[in-house]
């Protein structure tokens, strides 16, 4: 058992708890840079995916795991950030420029569906954020000069000053310096006070409002660093996958990021990473999967979404803190070694709690 | 002007659909604070259950249509009393995920069972078509629009005198005050479930005729959210007009409006209400006061 005594207020906001988390993530950083020269470059393609889509899983987090606000469209910023990128691409525009202003356009997007969810309370926001993205997406069809329209559009390997990142290799610093980078600040944001609103607005919007916290800005604040960063991750995605078509961007897409935030951990930077691993491996593990089921279910097109559902269900039912929480029971487990309770993470009997009082 | 009156109409029927199935999650809404994100899966799986009974099993049309109800109600009941139930308490995002997740396994469930092809499903009311002056009307439409008027009734009556239906609306105002007085909220909040299952069924049997039976039905769903957040998402009259203002706006941004518009034009209208007038035309959401 490990007591952390705190001497200073700075260790309150500090961003290691202890040196053994120093330890450990220095480690694992060293593991990740030394990565590519270990393993056959077809993991290492692999892993790129994984850092896009915990991108990808972090702007959800921001936005559903801290601030509390669902949304069931993420996939259109993520459309709107790859397809602006792309376009700039093609008209000249250097990577990191192009990159930025990607993610930009996708905030001010986030900003434009964040003003009427100043007005708006959880499940209005999910139903506009639906809306929205089916708007989007068909926009992505009909505007022929940007997207390609159904046809679709190519997307050149990135280049940087000159040079070209051709291989896996090139491709795999880059989403992984954007995802340490992206980590670093969203964890600053969190331990600031902008962080502390968020997460006062998730708890209670009234206890945080009667605290001083401006609803509607912290709210608009939370859209735009959430679609920043999704925009980011659709630019990182558009030169992975190599071509954009409108249905790549579909309610699919959004129903995986928040399987992603909902099975990695709501409410932990960790669950966005443990999430993303998760959506990484499930295709393969289905596909092992399939060879043991009987052929009749087994050739099911439709076994794949049936599974992810299925999975859905049961995390909300079983473990609603996500991957996230069950290491940290395994953990406190080890810790309280002899002494552990079982009741400690028992769930409370909740009731009721409704948001219509008159 | 004929086809103005023919679109009229057309739209009105659709917007009935719609109407419905944002009827059912109004109630479901109203009684337990779960907002249901798989309404629309249980149209399509309503319609998928009239499919069996009437055209695999051969049953007459009412017949099918009656035993799918049942079969449907029970699913719902089913659902709440199992699943949903456990979960009364969790914060709202658990609620959204867990019905987004029965969505989609009910979606790929129906996928295995009956297979991604589309099936029709033959109505008694097919191939007639009555003419008044230029307007053509199909008796598929004409029977939309009376059984929607029907329904509506006798919900109305269900809630007005009916013992249960008159403990669905208190329960549905105050659990806590129901629970005092002696009504098993438990059980009732089932039988919502079970009555919005069963309202599901008969929007997907009517949308049938006019959508033909695939797994992508419940797209359905979407329309009907637009229309239960215009009619205020808590009001049941609200629901009904709200989808009814959405049928109509479909069909005529279909025709007067440039392509691509038809899908769309219905969200537009919905976030310019969000945004100009968050609680719907007919508001029961207050603001919390401390």
């Known amino acids: 058992m490990r007591f952390i005594f705190k001497t200073r207020y700075d260790q309150d906001i500090g961003l290691f708890p202890h040196r053994g988390t120093v330890f450990w993530y220095s480690l694992l950083s060293v593991a990740l840079v030394a990565a590519p020269f270990l393993i056959a470059p077809y993991y290492v393609g692999e892993l790129s995916f994984l850092f896009i889509w915990s991108l990808a899983g972090l702007s959800l987090m921001v936005l559903a795991g801290y601030a509390g606000l669902i949304s069931i469209g993420h996939a259109a910023f993520l459309g709107i950030g790859a397809y602006v990128h792309v376009y700039l691409i093609h008209r000249g525009v250097p990577f990191l420029p192009a990159m930025l202003s990607a993610g930009a356009t996708a905030a001010a997007a986030g900003v434009v569906i964040g003003v009427p969810a100043i007005r708006m309370r959880g499940l209005y926001l999910a139903i506009a954020t639906l809306a929205f993205s089916a708007i989007v997406q068909e926009v992505f069809v009909r505007w022929e000069a940007l997207t390609g329209g159904s046809r679709g559009v190519a997307v050149p390997k990135p280049q940087f000053f000159g040079w070209s990142l051709e291989g896996e290799v090139g491709f795999y610093y880059l989403c992984l310096s954007v995802l340490v980078v992206c980590i670093l600040a969203i964890l600053n944001l969190l331990r600031a006070s902008t962080g502390r609103a968020w997460i006062a607005i998730r708890d209670s919007e009234i206890a945080a409002q009667s605290m001083g916290v401006n609803l509607a800005g912290y709210k608009t604040l939370a859209f735009a660093v959430s679609a920043f960063l999704a925009g980011l991750a659709g630019a990182l995605f558009a030169h992975k996958v190599g071509y954009l078509t409108p249905d790549i961007f579909t309610p699919i897409l959004s129903i995986q990021l928040l399987m992603l935030v909902m099975v990695g951990g709501v409410g932990s930077i960790h669950g966005a990473i443990f999430g993303a691993i998760f959506l990484v491996l499930l295709p393969t593990v289905i596909a092992l999967l399939r060879d043991y089921l009987p052929a009749g279910i087994a050739q099911q097109p439709a076994l794949e979404p049936g599974i992810y559902g299925v999975i859905l269900v049961l995390m909300v039912l079983l473990e609603p803190l996500g991957i996230n929480g069950l290491w940290r029971k395994i953990k406190f487990f080890f810790w309280q070694f002899p002494m552990y309770k079982s009741a400690t993470f028992k769930r409370q009997k909740t009731y009721m709690r409704t948001e219509r009082l008159r | ?290």
Do not use: H
């Not at chain 2, 917007?15 to 798989?38: M, Q, R, S």
């Not at chain 2, 598929?140 to 609306?169: D, E, H, K, N, P």
């Not at chain 2, 049997?205 to 039976?213: E, F, H």
């Open chain 2, 1 to 290: 002007m004929a086809e103005f009156l023919q679109l009229f109409v057309n739209g009105l029927a659709v917007g009935c659909i719609y109407g419905l199935v944002a009827l059912g999650f109004v109630l479901i809404y109203k009684a337990g604070e779960v907002v249901n994100f798989a309404q629309g899966e249980l149209v399509m799986l309503g319609a998928f259950v009239a499919f069996t009974f009437v055209v695999q099993f051969g049953l007459n049309y009412w017949v099918g249509l009656a035993l799918a109800i049942v079969v449907m109600a029970t699913f719902g009941g089913l659902l709440e009393m199992i699943v949903v139930r456990r979960i009364i308490g969790q914060p709202q995002f658990s609620t959204v995920m867990l019905t987004i997740g029965f969505g989609v396994v009910m979606r790929s469930g129906a996928a295995m069972v009956w297979g991604p092809e589309t099936r029709s499903l033959p109505t008694p009311f097919d191939a007639a078509t009555f003419r008044f002056g230029g307007v053509v009307l199909s008796a598929v439409y004409l029977s939309i629009l009376a059984t929607t008027a029907i329904l509506g009734l006798i919900l109305f009556g269900f809630f007005r005198f009916s013992r249960i239906g008159i403990a669905m609306q208190a329960a549905s105002q105050n659990q806590l005050a129901a629970y005092c007085m002696g009504i098993p909220v438990k059980r009732v909040l089932s039988g919502v479930w079970a009555l919005s299952a069963a309202v599901a069924t008969i929007a997907g049997v009517m949308l049938a005729p006019i959508n033909l039976i695939d797994t992508n039905l419940g797209a359905v769903g979407l329309k009907a959210f637009a229309a239960a957040v215009i009619g205020g998402f808590g009001s049941i009259p609200g629901a009904v007009l709200g989808g009814i203002l959405i049928g109509l706006i479909d069909l005529f941004s279909g025709v007067y409006l440039p392509q691509g518009f038809k899908d769309i034009a219905s969200y537009i209208v919905l976030l310019i209400v969000l945004v100009v007038r968050p609680q719907g035309l007919f508001g029961s959401v207050g603001r919390k006061k401390v």
